[in-house]
């Protein structure tokens, strides 16, 4: 399986975010670490050894990069609204800076998104602010409410980041047409909260797929099953 390491400068973020790439060609599928987790965390845990076939078969192409959880909502050492105003701008590199260079090299119209745990928050979180942008979101055991980080402070930018919140009066027509999987398990810390997401899309119309395994936990072989699973989809 063909794999690079490469540096992404961002303009927004004012620095190089590393990325680990596999595959040369096919879909283009982003794959976010977990909560304080690096860009190789996924290839650590073999999250994306799982999906080797569909790489090797030039089905799917699949970027890490790198997150800045320790500069935004795990921070402890700054106000929540530098919090979620830090995380904007990780926002703004995903989809003004990452996202039309996938585009253009992939020539596809729109990208698939994926993460387990936090990586799930951010997955969903991307998607359902730039549908525009994503066609399918595979969240696994994901979260989705963010206020937990804020010590009380919610503003405007809280909000439009807070998938439980915004995802309610959401009205892209593009949200209809994304393809979404909230996976989650009967043991999984998350299962609340993906049945909770999924009563908001079932209110609005929204098709979606709450993929809830048996008896496994919120950890990485769970997430190993689920994401081959998931690229068969595409």
Known sequence: MQE???????HHLGR???????????YPVVL????????????????????????????VQIYCPDSI???????????????????IQYDRFL?????????MKTRTHKIAVAGPS?????????????????S??????????????????YDQDTYFNNPIDFMQ????????????????SDWDICLDANRKMSEILKSKGIDHWLDVRGWQKHDWPLWREMFPHYLSLL
């Not at 399918?136 to 804020?150: E, L, N, P, Q, Y």
């Not at 009066?169 to 989650?184: Q, R, S, Y």
Request: charged share 20%; hydrophobic share 40%; no cysteine.
């Open 4 to 10: 690079k390491l490469i540096q992404f400068y961002s």
């Open 16 to 26: 190089d975010i590393d990325m680990l790439v596999f595959g040369d060609r096919g």
């Open 32 to 59: 976010f670490p977990t909560t304080m987790g690096r860009y190789y965390e996924n290839k650590d845990f073999k999250l994306v050894e799982s999906a080797r076939w569909f790489v090797e078969q030039g089905l």
């Open 69 to 87: 959880n320790s500069d935004s909502w795990y921070n402890r050492n700054i106000h929540p609204a530098h919090k979620v105003k830090n995380h």
């Open 95 to 103: 989809s003004e800076e990452l996202v039309p260079q996938l585009q």
């Open 118 to 134: 936090f990586g799930g928050y951010h997955a969903a979180n991307f998607a359902f602010r730039h549908p525009d942008q994503v």
């Open 136 to 153: 399918h979101m595979f969240s696994m055991s994901g979260a989705f409410d963010i206020k937990t980080f804020m010590d009380g402070y």
């Open 169 to 184: 009066n959401a009205n892209d027509p593009a949200l209809w047409g994304m393809k979404i999987v909230l996976g989650t």
